[in-house]
Nanobody
Framework: QVQLAESGGGLVQAGGSLRLSCAASGRTISGYNMAWFRQGPGKEREFVGGINWSGDRRYNADSVKGRFTISRDNAKNTVYLQMNSLKPEDTAVYYC??????????????????WGQGTQVTVSS
């Protein structure tokens, strides 16, 4: 079992930056693909970005391309989401997820077995 715990959320003004962290415990994440999802108020959960187990393949949703960057530090058993140029529409609860190691990154939540509790990100206009 892998336990995931997100941190780093908060309130930020539009145009600002935040870095979310996802700390894993129980097992090393080096054998897992990792991803970030989010769910805004009244919206369905959506894929934000993902990184494969080796870190050499990443994929971001179109809505965050050029603004958000996902990275991983397997030695620290942690995944990060650097969010720049934040917009009010980025307001959501952000979830970290882990799934089986694959070459490509899946955008479907069904392909991830482990989930954190989420961290709230609020962007004010």
């Amino acid at each position: 079992q892998v336990q995931l715990a997100e941190s780093g959320g908060g309130l930020v003004q539009a145009g600002g930056s935040l870095r979310l962290s996802c700390a894993a415990s129980g097992r090393t994440i080096s054998g897992y693909n990792m991803a970030w999802f989010r769910q805004g108020p009244g919206k369905e959960r959506e894929f934000v970005g993902g990184i494969n187990w080796s870190g050499d393949r990443r994929y971001n949703a179109d809505s965050v391309k050029g603004r958000f960057t996902i990275s991983r530090d397997n030695a620290k058993n942690t995944v990060y989401l650097q969010m720049n140029s934040l917009k009010p529409e980025d307001t959501a609860v952000y979830y970290c997820a882990g799934g089986p190691a694959r070459f490509s990154v899946s955008v479907s939540g069904k392909d991830y077995d482990y989930w954190g509790q989420g961290t709230q990100v609020t962007v004010s206009s």
